[in-house]
């Protein structure tokens, strides 16, 4: 299988001139950190495992006299008899006193009676009665009001898992559907993650004991809050990556790190957002979905690839190709028939003969329009990179700058309506799309649902038309324009293009592929594209850097909050050993690609394939989860260019194989995506 390079998806500029240097990216997972920024801009962290101390038992109550023991036997007889009912006078009592006396009578008599405040005589009464008809028992359970919320939310800090995965590892430990438990943001499976978790009304104490089960997942720092996090309640991430076998100088390192202190990075959708085989990109899926030829792009999704991982996918695309038999092809899932592919062969089964339109309108809209995205995304790196090729890094007359009122609040602005780079819990329920396999488009399921769905900020809803958030840079005031200032649209019908050279180049590239109606409103509503902004150039914040030399490629460069937590200290730098590193730290805004600021300071590619080339290969090395290649990795690697009908051009860097519970895939590295 033929994978993706930088190029193919318009990723070939730079901000600094700086030399550049080789390294590996993810070598071990272990190498790979990241702590989720709350929108407060806390970096989150694990630093405490211990549920907090348990709530007041309900004998305080009597000790504080929140109850009377007359009042208490008056109730014990109300049990046993049935009458007469109990008033309670609670005049002067507040609103969390009377709830207490509420939870109180539920927990002691365990919901056998009904209690209710209510007015009378200028008093005010909590009656208690045994349930009737006309007085329905109320069997949910009471939540202490002093918590300060319903809401129980904790860090998750896992291991080489990703967030859906670990999700619903934790939902089944609980019991309870994984749409219950929400999270801001996925993170990636190949690292060390800590992310706050929210669940309603489940006690400390429980998730602390079903945390001591897990495997590569680890709970803790509890809190109540009155709201439980949805999508997009984050204002970005903080990473620490080590990249191994690094090649360059001191002052080579040194002058890639200030250039990019300085000048940024280009802000550029990393190949994550495109998929991972070149034969059927998403963004070319998108271009189809958006030319409204459903046939082709039905045919797309569904038709075969090279080196599928799973055999029963293979099979329903073998079957596909040479039958056209949808429900035959279905048959052939024997799992994860929730699956793009698998609800494409649904839904052709329910029309003969088949209607694309309406087997593609069976994906939910999330990953329809994610498709679309992808495509707008094409558009926007092949468009950054022409800017800075041609301008370079200043502003020019007619760039397109935020307005006072917007900025501050996202790097890219999305319009209301367009639902792009988030997606809500409740778009698919089932939890292994992303990880089983990517080969096939299953796996965008839930890339859709990180990418897709609510706002990032609910800040931008205030924003308004896409017209009214931009201003057009003039003579004037291009003369004290910034350049990180500059934003480039992703095409739609209610952007506003920039007033230059540039508008060209939009029109040029949609011309090609014959979409120029991307621009106006005329496509069916659930098509059209009301597109959005996205900064040229970012700066990444809390920027560090530093070398260090080991001996052994298994030592552990960078400490996990978990080893933290354990006490546990970092190798000292052995200015004899014969490996070198670089330990980069930075916190970058949800929706930007960390790979591509680690692509502007090596200057050379970030695919997996590339990668992979880079990776020593030590057949001696003992077996470790976290070495990143073996002999079978290999073998399979080699395998991979013999497939390729352009191998005597291509190299191992094309492919990365993962070895994951026994099976071997042709897989792009999910390197520091932050979409979040």
């Known amino acids: 299988m033929k994978c993706l390079t930088e190029s193919d998806v318009g990723i070939t500029s730079y901000t600094g001139n700086h030399k550049g240097f080789s390294g590996v990216i993810k070598q071990r997972f272990s190498d790979f950190h990241v702590n989720e920024i709350d929108l407060d801009g806390n970096i989150i962290k694990l630093t405490d495992i211990l549920p907090p101390k348990s709530e007041p038992s309900i004998e305080v109550c009597l000790e504080n006299d929140i109850l009377s023991p007359e009042v208490v036997e008056n109730l014990d007889h109300l049990l046993e008899k049935g009458e007469p009912e109990v008033e309670i006078e609670v005049t002067q009592k507040s609103k969390e006193e009377r709830l207490k006396i509420h939870e109180f009578i539920r927990k002691k008599y365990k919901c056998q009676f009904v209690s209710n405040t209510k007015d009378k005589n200028g008093k005010k009464l909590l009656i ?30 896992k291991e080489n898992k990703d967030t859906m995965e ?34 309603k009304k489940v006690e400390p104490s429980r998730i602390a004991s079903i945390s001591k089960e897990l495997k590569g997942i680890t709970l803790g720092n509890y809190s109540f809050k009155p709201m439980g996090l949805k999508l997009g309640d984050l204002s970005g991430n903080h990473f620490s990556i080590a990249l191994r076998n690094v090649s360059g100088s001191e002052e080579e390192i040194n002058s890639a790190m200030k250039s990019l202190g300085t000048k940024g990075f280009i802000n550029y ?11 059927v ?40 190709s040479e039958k056209r038999n949808a429900k035959e092809a279905y048959k052939q899932l024997t799992r994860g028939r929730n699956t793009v592919e698998g609800k494409l062969f649904q839904g052709l089964q329910n029309d003969t003969p088949y209607n694309f339109l309406n087997a593609f309108e069976s994906l939910p809209r999330n990953m329809r329009l994610f498709y679309q995205h992808s495509y707008q995304s094409l558009i926007w790196n092949k468009v950054a990179s022409r800017r800075i090729e041609t301008f370079g890094l200043k502003p020019i007359v007619g760039d397109l700058i935020l307005k006072e009122h917007v900025k501050g609040i996202s790097h890219e602005i999305e319009l209301a309506g367009d639902s792009i780079d988030c997606v809500s819990n ?11 396999h990517v080969t096939n488009d299953s796996y965008l399921l839930d890339d859709a649902k990180n990418e897709l769905g609510q706002s990032l900020n609910p800040e931008l809803e205030k924003v308004g038309k896409r017209p009214h958030t931009v201003e057009i840079l003039t003579e004037e005031s291009v003369k004290s324009a910034r350049i990180e200032d500059i934003v480039l649209p992703l095409p739609g019908y209610d952007v506003v293009f920039p007033h230059n050279v540039m508008k ?13 109606s991307i621009t106006s409103n005329q496509q069916a509503k659930s098509y059209a594209l009301s597109g959005s902004y996205r900064r040229l150039l970012l700066h990444p914040k809390d920027l560090s850097w530093r070398a260090v030399h080991y001996p052994s490629p298994e030592d552990i460069l960078i400490l996990s909050d978990l080893e933290k937590m354990h006490g546990e200290k970092l190798i000292e730098d052995n200015p004899d050993g014969k490996n070198k590193a670089l330990i980069v730290e930075f916190s970058l805004p949800s929706s930007t690609y960390a790979t591509m600021l ?22 001696s090395s003992p077996s470790n ?52």
């Open 128 to 157: 208690v009665n045994k349930p009737n008809k006309s007085n329905k028992q109320d069997n949910r359970q009471a939540w202490p009001a002093e918590r300060g919320g319903e809401y129980l939310h904790f860090v998750m800090f």
């Open 166 to 199: 670990a999700v619903n590892i934790i939902a089944h430990k609980l019991r309870m559907r994984p749409n219950f438990i929400t999270y801001a943001g996925t993170k990636d499976r190949r690292g060390k993650t800590s992310q706050m978790i929210s669940v």
């Open 269 to 279: 959708y990393g190949l994550q957002r495109f998929g991972n085989s070149s034969d």
């Open 504 to 516: 060209d180049w939009y029109e040029e590239l949609l011309k090609e592929d014959g979409l120029s």
């Open 281 to 320: 990109p998403t963004h070319m899926i998108g271009k189809n979905v958006l030319l409204r030829d459903w046939k082709k792009t039905v045919e797309l999704i569904l038709q075969p690839r090279e080196n599928e991982s799973r055999p029963d996918l293979k099979a329903a695309r073998k079957v596909w």
């Open 598 to 619: 680690l692509r502007e300071i090596m200057k050379q590619d970030t695919s997996s394939g590339f990668q992979t080339s880079l990776n020593p290969i030590d057949t």
């Open 625 to 676: 989860p976290n070495i990143n290649l073996t002999t079978d990795l290999k073998y399979e690697t080699e395998k991979c260019i013999k497939v390729d009908s352009h191998a005597e051009k291509r190299k191992p860097e094309d492919c990365e194989f993962e070895q994951l519970n026994g099976s071997k895939k042709c897989k792009q590295e999910e390197v520091s995506e932050a979409i979040l």
């Open 426 to 436: 409740s778009f698919v329920e089932e939890s292994a799309l992303a990880s089983e």
